[in-house]
């Protein structure tokens, strides 16, 4: 979750008011303070590469009357490396606190103009109004690509490596672990950098409100929140779906040892509803439905039967049953996130995949139950 105050979970059970604004940054340097956003909309996906995304718009008014439509690549809102620090801020009476959100590239300006007038024979801007679209920080690291085959120059430690290949600051939320290889990266640095957090830190890549990179690990942790329903709770609808159409039960692990050997792992799921097969050697009524991964830095069988055990209990039954969830907004919640979800016929618990927020007093999210 977000850093809050603790008097923001009392605050946000309640009524209370919230307003979106955000800071500009380039390149370090904060240019605008406080700019209100209109018309917000902001995503997240733990599913995803890139996994936030967002839009709005800025209505503007400079005190000096200077139009603030980008033109020029070195205009303040131009997508050439201009940032924004996106906060959430909750009123209730006297109460008042700035949460902050998350920090985006601005990668595109879909309309912008000025509303010009003339005073003393100048021409001045009344007002400016652009419109923004946004995502965060890995957005740019997926445009990377090495110039040349490309390898880990320190295999002392990964996060020192998803450092130097990133070139994000780093929050270090998991134990680090020496790089088992040398192997060749792909092409794509965000690709590398998944696969390093993946096979050796058993994670993946979570952009942080502040803007530096963390890992998120694979494995669910314990639930962090609550969703109570009833008067004060911030639950207003829950629902149900099922699919098995990125349901997996088997995982077969394809790699390379330190002798360019073939090791094959597999791990899967030997009884229940999603077993492979019957204990008779059958096919089960769900059938064998696999997952294939591969990576030159697993380089023994005992990593590979790690990472495919690791591995299967997030493409089996985490993704199994997902319960869309309609709740009051709460700026605190993150993907990935684990939280249970208070129900007449027994509580769930589950993690959070993907949310939805706006300008709204209320907000979507799914959540990823284990059945």
């Given at each position: 979750m977000r850093f809050s105050t603790e008097l923001l979970a009392g605050v946000l059970s309640g009524s209370f008011d919230h307003y979106w604004s955000a800071d500009l940054i380039y390149n370090g340097e904060r240019r605008l303070q406080d700019v209100p956003l209109t018309e917000p909309r902001f995503n997240e996906d733990g599913s995803a590469t890139v996994q936030q995304s967002g839009s709005c718009r800025i209505v503007w008014s400079d005190t000096f009357g200077e139009a603030m439509a980008p033109?020029?690549?070195?205009?303040?809102?131009?997508?050439?490396?201009?940032?924004?620090?996106?906060?959430?801020?909750?009123?209730?009476?006297?109460?008042?606190?700035?949460?902050?959100?998350?920090?985006?590239?601005?990668?595109?300006?879909?309309?912008?103009?000025?509303?010009?007038?003339?005073?003393?024979?100048?021409?001045?801007?009344?007002?400016?109004?652009?419109?923004?679209?946004?995502?965060?920080?890995?957005?740019?690291?997926?445009?990377?690509?090495?110039?040349?085959?490309?390898?880990?120059?320190?295999?002392?430690?990964?996060?020192?490596?998803?450092?130097?290949?990133?070139?994000?600051q780093l929050a270090r939320t998991v134990e680090d672990r020496p790089i088992t290889r040398s192997i060749m990266y792909p092409d794509s640095k965000l690709d590398a950098v998944y696969e390093l957090m993946d096979v050796m830190l058993d994670s993946v890549p979570h952009m942080t409100a502040d803007g530096a990179l963390s890992a998120r690990p694979n494995a669910r942790p314990l639930p962090v929140h609550t969703l109570r329903r009833g008067d004060g709770g911030q639950l207003i609808k829950v629902g149900q779906k099922m699919s098995a159409d990125q349901v997996r039960n088997r995982v077969v692990v394809r790699a390379t040892s330190g002798q360019q050997k073939a090791v094959i792992a597999i791990a899967e799921i030997t009884e229940g509803p999603l077993r492979v097969r019957e204990t008779n050697g059958a096919r089960s009524p769900f059938g064998a439905r696999t997952f294939y991964q591969s990576s030159e830095l697993i380089d023994s069988q005992t990593g590979a039967q790690a990472w495919a055990d690791a591995t299967l209990p997030t493409v089996s039954t985490l993704k199994a049953s997902i319960v869309p969830v309609e709740m009051t907004f709460d700026p605190r919640l993150e993907r990935g996130d684990v939280v249970v979800i208070q129900r007449l016929r027994g509580n769930l618990i589950g993690r959070v995949r993907t949310i939805a927020r706006s300008g709204r007093a209320r907000m979507s999210l799914t959540v990823e139950v284990s059945p």
């Open positions: 033109r020029e690549i070195t205009d303040a809102f131009a997508p050439f490396g201009a940032q924004l620090r996106i906060y959430s801020n909750v009123t209730a009476g006297p109460f008042s606190e700035r949460i902050q959100f998350g920090t985006f590239e601005i990668t595109d300006v879909p309309s912008a103009r000025d509303e010009d007038m003339v005073f003393r024979d100048l021409i001045v801007s009344a007002g400016s109004e652009i419109e923004l679209e946004l995502k965060e920080l890995l957005a740019g690291v997926d445009e990377e690509t090495f110039d040349v085959p490309s390898s880990p120059s320190d295999l002392g430690s990964t996060w020192s490596e998803v450092g130097r290949v990133s070139g994000l």
